[in-house]
């Protein structure tokens, strides 16, 4: 899929259902390609923007943000946290990115705790 196909589609009312219904129940290749394609990042090109930003600020496509992060392996999710701590400056201000902020804060929260437990556990 071509990166801007997925923002288009990712903003429009009923293909983002089509979307979050491959991340909830598609083969694992297919969620995967998608969100990879969600974390790419075109801002040094002419034009260009990180996907996954402009989608958190969308009033649809924060929904296929968090439904992406929900179903997402360990390590995207770790990329995920990544990007929208980044640009915490640029969407802490959005109306709709406020929900994946707070999942991202969530996920955060809950690896550092995870961490802390198996340190504990090695001692």
């Known amino acids: 899929m071509k990166n801007d196909s997925l923002f288009k589609l990712a903003k429009h009312k009923n293909a983002s259902n089509v979307i979050e219904s491959v ?13 990879e394609d969600m974390l790419k990042d075109t801002q040094e090109e002419v034009g260009g923007y990180c996907v996954v930003v402009e989608l ?6 924060n ?30 201000n ?5 929900y994946v902020l707070a999942r991202v804060d969530k996920l955060e929260k809950t690896t550092r705790i995870q961490r802390e437990e198996e340190v504990t556990n090695e001692n």
Not at 23 to 35: M, Q, S
Not at 67 to 85: H, N
């Open 23 to 35: 991340l909830n129940n598609g083969k694992a290749h297919h969620k995967r390609y998608i969100v």
């Open 94 to 98: 959005s109306p709709y990115a406020k």
């Open 56 to 61: 958190s600020k969308d009033s649809i496509g």
């Open 63 to 92: 929904f296929v943000v968090n439904k992406a992060i929900e179903k997402s392996e360990t390590d995207l999710q770790e990329k995920f946290v990544e990007v929208i701590s980044n640009a915490r400056e640029d969407l802490i």
